[in-house]
């Protein structure tokens, strides 16, 4: 993706949030700048990734293939390991209308994704074999509000605004946004963007930028190259 698009993306994405009253924490605003200067007292959100992530899974195909999303909190695993600490994680995310988040599990996250306002969220679903793998004919069970729901292969959940479901490890996924782009938000277990996302084609999580103008805000995937130490 182009820094350019992004740019453009993070703004539509902070004036979605603002149309849902949402508001943001301070780190949201900081410029490249203020996060680097600040980078000794801000050492969790880095290690912890929190911040804003826009991706097209490599693909180069963003309205159709993407996500704009933002960690608002995010423990550690060794905490998780650790069974005690802080073990879970925050996020906001903007499905638009008719653009897909592809296929995939996850290792170690459960998580609950919650449809918080705008159009109906499709979350298309099978489950996994014996090896893990997604298994083409399998079903299995969620939970949808506290409640349990039955799945057949490829079956699809259709969330209102309020309405959520919870997946598990093991469960593959995949969703979009229908009539309307979707404001979701999504509370788990410790969330690792960079080894627990386990995608059924060979895509990639983030995406490789071309740096045709400056970043106006840092994403997830740029802490590595600007912060001398996490």
Not at 19 to 28: C, D, E, K, N, T
Not at 192 to 218: G, V
């Amino acid at each position: 993706m182009k820094r350019s698009e992004i740019n453009s993306r993070l703004q539509d994405a902070a004036a979605m949030f603002d149309r849902h009253g949402v508001s943001l924490p301070p780190f949201a605003q900081w410029t490249p700048a203020e996060f680097v200067a600040r980078q000794d007292s801000a050492a969790h959100l880095i290690r912890s990734r929190c911040g804003w992530d826009v991706t097209d899974y490599g693909a180069g195909r963003f309205d159709e293939m993407g996500l704009v999303l933002f960690t608002l909190r995010n423990g550690l695993l060794s905490d998780l390991n650790a069974g005690r600490g802080m073990c879970y994680a925050e996020k906001l995310l903007i499905s638009r209308r008719d653009q897909i988040s592809p296929m995939h599990t996850h290792r170690v996250k459960a998580e609950d994704i919650i449809n918080r306002g705008g159009g109906t969220l499709v979350v298309e679903l099978f489950g996994s074999d014996a090896g893990g793998h997604l298994d083409p004919q399998g079903g299995g069970a969620v939970m949808c509000d506290g409640l349990p729901v039955t799945f057949g292969a490829g079956d699809k959940l259709r969330l209102a605004p309020g309405e959520s479901v919870t997946l598990r490890p093991g469960d593959w996924h995949a969703f979009w946004a229908e009539q309307a782009d979707v404001l979701i938000g999504e509370v788990s277990t410790v969330n690792d963007d960079e080894t627990d996302n386990i995608f059924h084609d060979p895509i990639s999580r983030f995406s490789q930028i071309d740096e045709d103008a400056e970043p106006a805000h840092l994403l997830v995937s740029d802490y590595a190259a600007c912060f001398t130490a996490e």
